[in-house]
């Protein structure tokens, strides 16, 4: 069923008409017609533009909770004259949708833009993966990238600074695992510090969070 199907309460006025034609022109709309994998899969048939085709990336899996947690690096194509910093990607998508390639777009623009490794995360979705999931997967990347980052290219790596500072970023509903990792963070000070998380269209904020991006 489309955002324009979808019965109102009774209580609730209908969507403004204007609203509801804006949003049939979007080519991509969250809807439950044919189940979640239909939904996922529409979703990766989106027309996506490539960008950054010279970040370097590879393909690497982390232990997790519940078993291997897939993981992409990126690196920005500039010579290595210093340490980088590291950032813990995790995509968006309602909790249910959006993975590694979806978001391979953002995550290299992050590379770039932040000059930064950046660790993406395919974290479990739901429905199969309720609650905490999600959030236990993000957590155990942000606690594998500072550690292991470094090792990843060689020569071009973290240097102590960067390894105790990383900053957490995401996309759309994900804000909630990036404000929960850093939360985690914050309680065991033995851990990398958590300096920066960013958020676009947060579902949460953090009352602990130590920055901002």
């Not at 232990?63 to 291997?68: E, M």
């Not at 996309?171 to 920066?196: I, W």
């Amino acid at each position: 069923m489309s955002v324009a199907e979808e019965k109102p309460p009774a209580s609730r006025k209908p969507p403004d008409a204007i609203l509801l034609k804006v949003l049939e022109a979007v080519p991509f709309q969250l809807t439950t017609d044919g189940g979640v994998e239909a939904s996922r899969q529409r979703f990766r048939d989106l027309p996506r533009r490539p960008v950054h085709p010279d970040v370097r990336t590879e393909e690497r899996t982390i232990d997790g909770p519940a078993g291997p947690i897939p993981i992409r690096v990126y690196r920005p194509p500039t010579v290595c004259e210093a340490a980088l910093p590291v950032v813990v990607f995790l995509h968006g998508g309602g909790w249910s949708v959006g993975d590694l390639d979806t978001y391979d777009g953002d995550a290299r623009n992050h590379a770039v833009g932040a000059g930064a490794v950046v660790v993406s995360v395919d974290y479990r979705l739901a429905p199969e993966h309720p609650y905490p999931g999600a959030v236990e997967d993000a957590w155990a990347a942000t606690q594998w990238a500072p550690a292991h980052a470094v090792g990843v290219y060689r020569g071009c790596g973290l240097g102590p600074a960067a390894r105790r500072r990383q900053p957490l970023r995401r996309t759309a509903c994900r804000g909630g695992c990036v404000h929960a990792s850093a939360q985690c963070r914050d309680a065991d000070p033995r851990l990398p510090r958590v300096c920066g998380c960013g958020a676009r269209h947060s579902r949460c904020d953090g009352p602990r969070i130590v920055g901002a991006a």
